[in-house]
């Protein structure tokens, strides 16, 4: 009887044991799929370049998904099941995402962990508050960023008493849309 005990307990640890692999697995192939909202973007131009798996969009570029970005120029990279997993925009770049205000000369999205790297003269504003470095990276889901400095260099941060955030301001006045953000430069 204590040979079936111990068979039937094997038997068991192995279930549980293969489970939670099976789960583990599914939970970490959930943290790889890509969003599957859409990429809205407008521009003055726009070349495909379906043998590099990569879409070019030129002048006046504004992207919309979780954050609308603005730049000059904008390479979407597509994997090989054609989903969007990357985004790099270069010139004037600026993002908008709620309270947030980001700008640099270069930013790249990837897509499927979901983080920003800003990089060439790189801040970010939220209300009155500011921070700046020579590398940014923002951890979108996390609302958590890294700033970081180059060798010889520090990193600046501006924490202001007063807030003044839009959410703060007067009942009537329309706020700003963050397209309509875009028009402006840096």
């Known amino acids: 009887m204590t040979k079936h005990k111990s068979s039937f307990a094997a038997l068991l640890f192995s279930a549980v044991l ?5 789960v583990g697995a ?6 790889k799929e ?4 859409p990429v809205t973007v407008t521009s003055d131009i726009m070349e495909a370049k379906t043998s590099d798996n990569m879409v070019v969009f030129k002048g006046n570029v504004v992207a919309v998904e979780d954050f609308t970005l603005c730049s000059d120029e904008l390479f979407i990279r ?3 099941n054609k989903d969007v997993k990357e985004i790099e925009a270069t010139g004037n770049v600026r993002i908008f995402q ?6 640099s000369d ?7 962990d979901r983080i920003i790297v800003l990089t060439g003269r790189p801040q970010v ?7 700046k470095g020579d590398k940014i990276t923002v951890y979108i889901d996390q609302d958590n960023a890294l700033v970081e400095s180059e060798k010889g260099s520090r990193v600046k941060a ?16 329309k706020p700003i849309s963050e397209e309509a953000r875009c028009k402006g430069s840096r």
């Open 98 to 103: 709620q309270e947030k205000t980001s700008t």
């Open 26 to 31: 599914a939970v970490e192939t959930k943290k």
């Open 158 to 173: 501006v924490i202001m008493p007063d807030k003044n955030c839009p959410q703060d301001n007067k009942a009537g006045e």
């Open 18 to 22: 293969f489970h939670s692999i099976a």
């Open 106 to 112: 270069k930013a790249v999205y990837n897509r499927l």
């Open 125 to 131: 504003k939220q209300c009155t508050d500011m921070i």
């Open 78 to 80: 597509y994997d090989e």
């Open 34 to 37: 890509a969003p599957k909202k």
